[in-house]
């Protein structure tokens, strides 16, 4: 059974900084890419950042130069650093991989496994 579960969101002001982690178990972690997604209040779930099996990453424009994706193969575990952080930036965070093996598009409808997220909240 695979598992996913993300920690790390809070409440932080504007222009501070959080580290989200993602631990997933099940499923053989090295051979996906994995994602972090977002879903504002009201809007619809977006991409955040990807990370290749190779360690390739995509950043949308939004959050590039300020977010970072890293992975850990041998502790099963991806994380996001945030910095700079907007209000806007406010979201139910997820993190998410494909069903199958390799390189997948960074967008929400090409993942299958995902957690139950984590809530980031920027205040002003």
């Known amino acids: 059974q695979v598992q996913v579960v993300e920690s790390g969101g809070g409440l932080v002001q504007a222009v501070g900084s959080l580290r989200l982690t993602c631990k997933a178990s099940g499923l053989v972690f090295h051979v996906h890419t994995w994602g972090w997604f977002r879903q504002p209040p009201g809007k619809e779930r977006e991409e955040v950042s990807c990370?290749?099996?190779?360690?390739?990453?995509v950043y949308p424009d939004s959050v590039k130069g300020r977010f970072t994706v890293a992975r850990d193969n041998a502790a099963n575990t991806l994380y996001l650093q945030m910095n700079s952080l907007k209000t806007e930036d406010t979201a139910m965070y997820y993190c998410?991989?494909?069903?199958?093996?390799?390189?997948?598009?960074?967008?929400?409808?090409?993942?299958?496994?995902w957690g139950q997220g984590t809530q980031v909240t920027v205040s002003s």
């Open positions: 990370i290749s099996d190779a360690g390739t990453t």
């Open positions: 998410a991989a494909p069903r199958r093996a390799g390189w997948s598009t960074c967008k929400p409808r090409d993942y299958y496994y």
